[in-house]
């Protein structure tokens, strides 16, 4: 018979013998599969957990119904990648959790910070990690404290302080801080995070980066005000934006549909909500990929 039927016998067989049987297998597949059976007990979680490959390790390690000891004995296994999977166990204690918080590999740390079952206080400590990716990860937790966002906003590296400008958590005190931060991509962050509020959009608009500008009507938060005020942007690349926008109203893109900029023009060719009439006189276009995009459009 072919690997698939014992693989399929492996992930769904109720049989303890068999069970058995599929763990000492010689196909690393066929015991993966046997790893992510519901039904297997104790002792065959417990052969598995020792299995000489990582992968099957990992899946064990991952387990809700491993017991304690053996994801403890797990959690001091060689791989990097097991201890990342012991890390990720929805099941795993706080005492396990501290062990793998100072872990060597900083995969193994991330993956702690990452667990909803890390405790604030690991979170903190993890938030001062030698390490910027491991500081990064943490800055994505949706479970920071107010002083934990403030220490990760004043992180010196821009990966740590981006992971912050984009959680969606973060206070709007933190999203001000870093609406005025030195580097475009932190401020770029703040105007893509949907949490930002209206007025720092505002604020945001005036940046004199129209790469930053071109982003705000990409955030489901923005208001016809404001995409009516960057409509009117200097560079087209900003008009553009605002002629994909969603919520771009009929009256907007009529306005657009004269811009002097035939990118702008497309995009108005290009957006549900233009009106027929203005898709009819866009078919006279001066640019024929704008004609054909229009033509296309009214015949929908």
């Known amino acids: 018979m072919s690997d698939r039927y014992y693989i399929h016998l492996a992930e769904t067989s109720k049989d303890p013998q068999t069970q058995l049987g599929l763990s000492m297998d010689a196909s690393e597949h066929i015991r993966m599969a046997l790893a992510y059976n519901p039904s297997i007990g104790l002792d065959i979680i417990s052969r598995l957990s020792e299995d000489s ?55 193994v740390r991330q993956g ?9 206080d690991i979170l903190g ?79 945001l608009a005036e940046d004199k980066s129209w790469s930053l500008r071109q982003s705000l009507p990409r955030n489901k938060g923005i208001s016809l005000e404001l995409l009516n005020k ?14 994909c926008s969603p919520v771009a109203s009929p009256e907007l893109l009529t306005e657009l549909s004269r811009d002097e900029d035939w990118h702008v023009r497309a995009a108005v060719a290009e957006n549900e909500n233009t009106p027929l009439e203005v898709l009819e006189m866009l078919t006279h276009d001066s640019k024929s990929i704008i004609c054909d995009i229009a033509e296309e459009m009214v015949t929908c």
Request: aromatic content about 6%; proline content about 4%.
């Open 53 to 107: 490959s990582e992968r099957v390790r990992d899946i064990i390690a991952r387990r809700s119904d491993i017991p304690r000891l053996m994801l403890l004995n797990l959690a001091r296994d060689k791989s990097a990648t097991v201890r990342f999977g012991v890390a990720q166990n929805p099941s795993i204690s706080p005492d396990i959790l501290v062990q793998l918080a100072t872990d060597k590999d900083r995969v």
């Open 112 to 120: 702690v910070a990452r667990s909803e079952s890390t405790p604030q």
């Open 125 to 203: 400590y993890l938030a001062r990690d030698e390490n910027e990716y491991v500081r990064a990860t943490v800055a994505e937790s949706k479970r920071l404290s107010p002083s934990m966002f403030t220490i990760l906003a004043h992180d010196k590296r821009s990966s740590v302080r981006g992971a912050v400008a984009q959680n969606t958590s973060a206070p709007t005190d933190i999203l001000k801080l870093l609406a005025r931060d030195t580097e475009w991509f932190i401020r770029n962050c703040v105007v893509e995070n949907t949490s930002t509020p209206l007025h720092l959009l505002w604020i």
């Open 230 to 243: 960057l409509a009117k942007d200097a560079y087209w690349q900003v008009r553009r934006a605002v002629a």
